[in-house]
């Protein structure tokens, strides 16, 4: 008998909730492993992968069709490396979280002065990925309740409505 690993869903969005992750790696077995620790942590929360890219390239072409709330970057890679990435991603409007994964410990600095939520070194354990990920999930789900509290207060009062208030004094 084996042992029940729970999928995580790729592609369409699996609910509204869902953390949706890039796994950026220019190896396939690093972006494997991740997924199947990815997988082991979906059964505490709901997590989605929307895309695997092998370069900075292919990441960002993903970005753009599909966005992401948080990234799974390599920092070695052929072309432009995970930090220069980084850098391009924290000018999007809505930039996601980026927890660095890498071989390396020598760019945790570097990966911290681009805004990195996390700085993981391989081999990736489960219980450091899934404390990245809710932390990344907290991160990202506080603009998101914001937009909604504001949402709910706005169409609860028509717009230039001013209640008036009696002051007693």
């Known amino acids: 008998s084996g042992s029940y690993r729970p999928a995580v869903r790729e592609g369409a969005r699996m609910t509204q909730n869902a953390l949706r992750i890039l796994i950026v790696d220019d190896e396939a077995p690093a972006r494997g492993r991740l997924k199947d620790l990815l997988a082991d942590c979906s059964h505490e929360m709901s997590l989605e992968i929307v895309g695997e890219a092998a370069t900075a390239r292919e990441a960002l072409n993903v970005l753009a069709e599909k966005g992401a709330d948080v990234v799974l970057l390599d920092i070695r890679m052929p072309e432009m490396d995970g930090i220069e990435l980084a850098q391009h991603l924290q000018k999007l409007s809505d930039p996601p979280a980026i927890v660095f994964t ?24 489960e219980v450091r990925l899934r404390t990245s990920v809710e932390r990344a999930r907290h991160l990202t789900s506080r603009p998101r309740e914001i937009a909604a509290n504001v949402d709910r207060i706005a169409s609860a009062q028509p717009a230039g409505a001013i209640r008036s208030r009696k002051i007693v004094g």
């Not at 071989?103 to 354990?125: C, G, M, N, Q, T």
């Open 102 to 125: 890498t071989a390396y410990d020598a760019y945790a600095i570097r990966a911290f002065e681009v805004h990195a939520i996390d700085y993981l070194l391989k081999p990736v354990s």
